[in-house]
C-alpha cells in the first residue's frame, strides 16, 4: 500500500527586487508530500485547479501505475482518491486537469483517460492510439475540454499531436494530428500546451532542424500552423518543457555542453500573429539533472515564469526559481530573478532531480522526481 508522509515545512520568501525599493512576496505555508514507495516515479507528472491537485506515479504497481487526487484548498493535503491503471502500463506518465476533468495518460499500449473533477472521480473515456509503438509523454486540457497529447513513434521516428475535442457532455472525437520528423529519439520527450484556441507543440528533435516549438490556431473549420520556433544556437532538447498562457509562451532546453539549461520567453505580437523573444534568455542557477534528456521544467503565471533547479552540489534545497518581467530605464525588458522556492535543509538526493513546475492561480507544484528512490511534490500557495 503506498502511505502518504507529510511534512509541514514553514516558510517565508523573499524577494529583493532592486527598483529602488525592496518587495516582498511571501509564501503562506509549504508542504510535502511522498509516496513512501521506492522507484514508482512519484511526480513524474503534477496538475493543479482550483479544488483538485493530481499526481502521477507511473512505475506504480508494477509499472502500470496510479495517480493519487489531493485537496488543493485543504491547508494538509490528505489523499482523496488513489486510482489505479484500468488499461496500459505507466498511468499517470502525464496528467493535466481543469475544472471539469482530468486527462491521464499511459504507455505500452498508449490510451487517454478522462476522469471527473468531482468525488467519485467518475472515468468517462478512454482513446487508444498507435499500439504499443506510441509513447505518448505530454497531455494538456483547455477550458472548453479540448485535449491534446503528444507522444513519439519510434517504429518512423516521428512526434504526434492529436487533438480531440467535445462532442457531448462526457464524449470526444478525434479533431485533428500533426506530424513531426525527428522527433523521437529515446529519453527525448516532446511537449504540447493547449490555451484557448492556441496550441503549442514542443519537438526536442535528433537534429538541430527539427527542435522546435510549433504553434497553431483553431480557426474553426481546422488548425493552422501560425508560427514555428527555434533557439537559433545549437541546443539540445529545445521544447523539452514548454509552457502557454494566454499571450505568453515558456521554453526550456540545454546548452550544448550539458552543463547549464537554459530559458526562452515569447509574446505574441498582435499584429503580425507571431511569437516574440521578450527579455532575453534565462539562466537559471546551478547545473541540470545530470544525465537526463529533461531540461529544466517550467511555468507561467502571474506574469512570473517559473523554473525548476536541480544542482544537488550548490542549490540542494532550491526547487524553482521564479523570475519577473522588469522594464529597465532603457525601456528593455529583462527578465530578473525574484524570488526562490526552497525546501529549508530537505537537500536533494543523488538519484533525484526536480523536473516539473505547475503554477496555477496562487498554487506552485514542483515535483521532485527519483529515479531510484522516493520522489515528492512541494507545494507553495503564494
Same mark, same amino acid.
Given at each position: ?23 516582498? !512576496?511571501? *509564501? ?6 511522498? #509516496? ?39 491547508? +494538509? @493535503?490528505?489523499?482523496? &482518491? ?14 493535466? &486537469? ?37 509513447? !505518448? ?55 504540447? @500546451? ?7 507543440? =514542443? ?11 510549433? *504553434?497553431?490556431?483553431?480557426?474553426? @473549420? ?12 545549437? *541546443? ?28 526562452? *520567453?515569447?509574446? !505574441?505580437?498582435?499584429? #503580425? ?12 542557477? =546551478? ?17 512570473? &515564469? /517559473? ?23 532603457? =525601456? ?36 521532485? +522526481?527519483?529515479?531510484?528512490?522516493? =520522489?515528492?511534490?512541494?507545494? /507553495?500557495?503564494?
Amino acid at each position: 500500500m503506498l502511505t502518504t508522509n507529510f511534512m509541514m515545512l514553514s516558510i517565508c520568501i523573499t524577494l529583493f527586487l532592486f527598483l529602488g525599493t525592496h518587495h516582498a !512576496l511571501q *509564501v503562506q505555508y509549504s508542504d510535502k508530500i511522498v #509516496s513512501g514507495i521506492r522507484n514508482d516515479l512519484f511526480g513524474a507528472s503534477v496538475a493543479a485547479n482550483d479544488d483538485v491537485f493530481v499526481v502521477g506515479a507511473p512505475s506504480d504497481y508494477n509499472h502500470h501505475g496510479s495517480i493519487t487526487i489531493y485537496n488543493s484548498k485543504a491547508n +494538509t @493535503s490528505d489523499a482523496l &482518491v488513489k486510482i489505479k491503471s484500468p488499461g496500459g502500463m505507466l498511468f499517470g506518465i502525464a496528467v493535466a &486537469v481543469n475544472k471539469d476533468f482530468i486527462v491521464v495518460a499511459t504507455q505500452s499500449p498508449s490510451y487517454v483517460y478522462v476522469y471527473s473533477t468531482k468525488a467519485p472521480y467518475t472515468r468517462y473515456k478512454a482513446w487508444w492510439k498507435a499500439g504499443y509503438w506510441t509513447e !505518448l509523454s505530454s497531455i494538456t486540457i483547455n477550458d472548453d475540454n479540448t485535449v491534446a497529447v503528444v507522444g513519439n513513434t519510434y517504429a518512423d521516428h516521428q512526434a504526434i499531436v492529436y487533438v480531440y475535442k467535445q462532442t457531448g457532455a462526457t464524449s470526444w472525437k478525434q479533431d485533428t494530428y500533426m506530424m513531426f520528423m525527428g522527433g523521437a529519439d529515446i529519453g527525448e520527450h516532446p511537449t504540447v @500546451s493547449l490555451n484557448g484556441n492556441v496550441l503549442a507543440a =514542443g519537438i526536442p528533435g535528433s537534429e538541430y532542424v527539427t527542435r522546435r516549438v510549433h *504553434v497553431y490556431g483553431d480557426t474553426g @473549420s481546422g488548425w493552422k500552423e501560425t508560427d514555428s520556433l527555434s533557439a537559433h544556437q545549437d *541546443v539540445w532538447y529545445y521544447g523539452g518543457s514548454i509552457k502557454l498562457q494566454q499571450n505568453r509562451l515558456v521554453a526550456s532546453a540545454r546548452t550544448q555542453d550539458g552543463i547549464k539549461d537554459l530559458v526562452f *520567453v515569447y509574446t !505574441l505580437d498582435p499584429t #503580425s500573429g507571431k511569437w516574440v523573444e521578450e527579455g532575453g534568455i534565462i539562466h537559471p542557477p =546551478g547545473g541540470p539533472s545530470m544525465g537526463s534528456k529533461l531540461p529544466a521544467g517550467v511555468s507561467v503565471c502571474k506574469d512570473l &515564469v /517559473f523554473v525548476s533547479v536541480s544542482d544537488r552540489d550548490t542549490y540542494p534545497d532550491v526547487v524553482a526559481v521564479v523570475y519577473k518581467r522588469v522594464v529597465d530605464d532603457s =525601456g528593455n525588458v529583462v527578465w530578473q530573478e525574484y524570488n526562490t522556492l526552497t525546501t529549508r535543509h530537505d537537500p536533494l538526493l543523488s538519484d533525484q532531480y526536480n523536473s516539473v513546475v505547475n503554477c496555477n492561480g496562487d498554487k506552485v507544484l514542483v515535483a521532485r +522526481t527519483s529515479r531510484h528512490g522516493v =520522489g515528492a511534490v512541494y507545494r /507553495f500557495n503564494l
